[in-house]
């Protein structure tokens, strides 16, 4: 089956730093979701993004399907966005069965 | 209010005894799934239901079973629980008609004694 990879698994900053995620994935898909889960345990949708450039605030994301990738940049980062970081992929063969990579941890220091 | 809501959020039961976490939308979506999540994982399909009548295993389905009520409504159900079973448990939402967004309940965190 499709492989979703993740880095870096843990990444802590200072507060105000700008970071840079990557999800890296084996197959064609369908689609790819970013994911905040907080420290409560809630997931949150962060963007619906198969390709092309997404911005949300301080949040952007960037899918390149062709080369199978895609990035979550955080801009002037604050306390509240720490948590853990997930990107899931809907692979062509799944029929809406998204899968989930690992994670990353992100720990904003203030 | 919430528009995918999980009842129990959490839950503390001993082994053997059979537990139901239900999941109710107000979405109007289509597809509904279960999903469980590991310490330091990401989340693992147990099993998704694309309409009322057509329900379907995941990735994980051994120990589990499901029951959709109504397009609303979709529940699942740990027949004997056992402590490997301890985890949080998501419930989430679509719509259909080929890849769309999902989207997810609060969580429903469970231990198994």
């Known amino acids: 089956g499709i492989q979703v990879e993740q880095s870096p698994p843990d990444l802590i900053l200072q507060e105000g730093a700008n970071s840079t995620l990557r999800c890296n994935f084996s197959?064609?898909?369908?689609?790819l979701q970013w994911f905040h889960q907080n420290p409560w345990g809630q997931l949150i949708n962060l963007f619906y993004?198969?390709?092309g450039t997404k911005q949300n605030g301080r949040l952007s994301a960037t899918t390149v399907a062709t080369e199978r990738y895609s990035l979550l940049y955080i801009s002037s980062s604050q306390t509240t966005d720490s948590g853990v970081y997930f990107c899931?992929?809907?692979?062509?063969?799944?029929?809406?069965?998204?899968?989930f990579g690992s994670g990353t941890r992100l720990s904003i220091r203030p | 209010d919430a528009d995918v809501t999980q009842t129990p959020r959490n839950r503390i039961t001993k082994t053997g005894k059979r537990i139901m976490l239900e999941c109710s939308q107000t979405?109007?979506?289509?597809?509904m799934y279960w999903y469980r999540q590991d310490p330091g994982l990401g989340l693992r399909l147990i099993y998704y239901?694309?309409?009322?009548?057509?329900?379907n295993k995941g990735e994980i389905s051994d120990g589990y079973s499901v029951s959709r009520q109504a397009q609303a409504k979709f529940s699942l159900s740990l027949e004997s629980a056992i402590p490997n079973q301890t985890a949080l448990y998501f419930c989430?939402?679509?719509?259909?008609?080929?890849?769309?967004?999902?989207?997810f309940g609060p969580g429903t965190r469970l231990t198994v004694l």
């Open positions: 989430a939402t679509s719509t259909s008609g080929g890849p769309t967004e999902q989207f």
């Open positions: 197959d064609s898909v369908n689609n």
């Open positions: 993004i198969p390709s």
């Open positions: 899931a992929v809907d692979p062509y063969s799944s029929a809406s069965k998204i899968i």
């Open positions: 979405k109007g979506h289509d597809r």
């Open positions: 239901s694309f309409d009322v009548k057509d329900i």
